[in-house]
């Protein structure tokens, strides 16, 4: 497909979503790389849910696939632990503002940050990856945009940089993947350069339409054509283990419990 080709489409698409009240209007249509793309099944996606060790599985997983997938919790830790979300990915790319914050209120500049375009774009299930290189000064997300968020059913989000309105985002019982928090809004401190191009989260690639996995011990992001295969791969590991455990408690011999430790490792 050409560019003017995909850009006729994503036009066609804007016109849709704003007929169907879904266009926050903040983020220019140029910035919009895509609207529309495929969903996981909501039967996969309970699937992944229903993995013991669910980001330690799918990690194994994208390793044998070669692929660089995982984020280690202690770069983005869980902001409400216990929570765990798997949904499609859906991206926002923040940048610096220019102006100081004073300036730019002064000036009477228009608000150039804008999760919520993403929110009212998004589907059930999806998750938010939010790419601010890291920047924990200003605040990416509050309760108010989580709130939106929450009621347009997402399943959480994933900053590469800070929220705030702790409290509030706990009370709402939305899960959050953070570098941590900060009092201070991105009002006048960021703009929002691009929704649902390529991002980096840490120090791995998230595309629009990846499929995202995240619990306590860190955050994992599996490509489309991948997903259903990792998920078969991820139960088979966690019925092997299962027999592992048992065998464990039962005492079993090392001569038995060896070759099925070796067989996992050497199928994958």
């Keep these: 497909m050409t560019e003017l080709m995909e850009r006729d489409r994503v036009h066609a698409e804007y016109e849709q979503y704003d007929k169907q009240g879904r266009i926050w209007g903040e983020v220019p249509i140029e910035r919009i790389r895509t609207l529309a793309f495929p969903r996981v099944s909501e039967e996969v996606r309970r699937a992944f849910l229903e993995l013991t060790d ?12 070669g692929i660089c997938g995982a984020i280690a919790q202690s770069h983005l830790p869980n902001l409400i632990p216990g929570k765990r979300i798997a949904g499609t990915a859906v991206t926002l790319r923040n940048v610096p503002e220019r102006k100081t914050p004073t300036q730019g209120g002064l000036d009477k500049d228009p608000i150039k940050m804008s999760s919520r375009e993403c929110h009212y774009i998004a589907e059930p299930g999806d998750v938010l990856c939010v790419d601010f290189g890291g920047n924990v000064e200003a605040s990416n997300m509050g309760g108010q945009s989580c709130l939106v968020a929450k009621m347009q059913g ?16 706990r009370e709402l019982d939305f899960p959050i993947w953070c570098r941590g928090g900060t009092p201070k809004t991105g009002k006048y401190r ?6 649902n191009g390529p991002v980096t989260i840490h120090d791995i690639l998230v595309e629009p339409g990846d499929f995202i996995v995240a619990d306590d011990s860190g955050i994992c992001a599996i490509p489309p054509q991948l997903v259903e295969t990792i998920l078969a791969e991820c139960q088979k ?15 079993s011999p090392l001569s038995e419990l060896k070759p099925l430790f070796r067989a996992r490792y050497n199928e994958t």
Excluded: C, F, P, Y
């Design 190 to 195: 960021m703009e929002a350069i691009e929704v």
């Design 154 to 169: 997402l399943s959480g989000a994933v900053v590469d940089g800070a929220v705030r309105d702790l409290n509030t985002i």
């Design 237 to 251: 590991t966690e019925a092997s283990e299962a027999r592992s455990r048992e065998m464990i408690r039962n005492k």
């Design 54 to 65: 669910l980001t330690t599985s799918v990690a194994d997983s994208l390793d044998a696939h």
